[in-house]
């Protein structure tokens, strides 16, 4: 995973389109399960449409929700993408107005409400991660422990063996170079190193 940009709350944008009332609403997200627990957070009963979408590493999915397909939730994508986003969900709820907008209206009042929605909203900077695992001795977890944070890692699972620890550790791919050399240099060689992600 490349270094992208999330965004840094969350946000809303709302407008009115030939009489129907659209709310746009995006937040960052960690995972699918986040994205899911958004949307059914922010979606409106009273709406007549709650469409969206999201993205996060390489998943994504996209919701019509009884608009004509490919009408709502993949122009929301496409919002999420041609912004260059990622760990990102938008919900654009619609209201009817009485108007009907044609597929290509309302390809155009959800994907573009989904974007201006995005491009107002401050961003922030996602590190690309890298997940490693360190078999070792017992003794050498508690210095493991005690220099996670000199990494900006955080610790992801530990295994008990005959042998030793097997520990899996999330940290910034420019980190992976110095947390091996450390590894490497406290176990005298003993302990190894290697990539999962």
Same mark, same amino acid.
């Given at each position: 995973?490349?270094?992208t940009?999330?965004?840094?709350?969350?946000?809303r944008?709302?407008?009115?389109?030939?009489? %129907?009332?659209?709310?746009?609403? $995006?937040?960052p997200?960690?995972?699918?399960?986040a994205?899911?627990?958004?949307?059914?957070?922010? %979606?409106e009963?009273d709406?007549?449409?709650?469409?969206?979408?999201y993205?996060?590493?390489?998943? /994504?999915?996209?919701?019509?929700d009884?608009?004509?397909?490919? %009408?709502?939730?993949?122009?929301?994508?496409?919002a999420?993408?041609?912004?260059?986003?990622?760990?990102?969900?938008?919900?654009?709820?619609?209201?009817?107005?009485?108007?009907?907008?044609?597929?290509?209206?309302l390809v155009?009042? /959800?994907?573009?409400?989904?974007a201006?929605?995005?491009?107002? $909203?401050?961003?922030?900077?996602?590190?690309a991660?890298?997940?490693?695992?360190?078999?070792?001795d017992f003794?050498?977890?508690?210095?493991?422990?005690?220099?996670?944070?000199?990494?900006?890692?955080?610790?992801?699972g530990?295994?008990?063996?005959?042998?030793?620890?097997s520990l899996?550790?999330?940290?910034p791919?420019t980190?992976?170079?110095?947390f091996?050399?450390?590894?490497?240099?406290? %176990?005298?060689?003993?302990?190894s190193?290697?990539?999962?992600?």
């Amino acid at each position: 995973m490349a270094d992208t940009q999330t965004l840094q709350g969350r946000a809303r944008l709302q407008q009115e389109i030939r009489k %129907s009332r659209f709310l746009a609403q $995006a937040a960052p997200i960690e995972d699918a399960e986040a994205a899911l627990a958004f949307i059914g957070e922010v %979606s409106e009963r009273d709406a007549t449409h709650n469409c969206w979408a999201y993205r996060c590493d390489g998943q /994504y999915r996209f919701n019509d929700d009884g608009e004509p397909g490919g %009408s709502a939730g993949r122009p929301i994508l496409q919002a999420i993408d041609g912004q260059g986003l990622d760990h990102v969900a938008v919900v654009v709820t619609r209201w009817f107005g009485g108007i009907k907008l044609g597929v290509g209206g309302l390809v155009r009042a /959800y994907g573009g409400c989904a974007a201006e929605c995005l491009r107002l $909203a401050p961003r922030v900077a996602r590190i690309a991660q890298a997940v490693l695992r360190v078999e070792c001795d017992f003794a050498l977890a508690p210095l493991l422990h005690a220099r996670l944070r000199e990494f900006g890692a955080r610790k992801l699972g530990e295994t008990h063996g005959a042998q030793g620890l097997s520990l899996d550790f999330e940290l910034p791919q420019t980190k992976i170079e110095a947390f091996t050399h450390f590894v490497r240099e406290a %176990s005298r060689g003993r302990a190894s190193v290697r990539a999962l992600t």
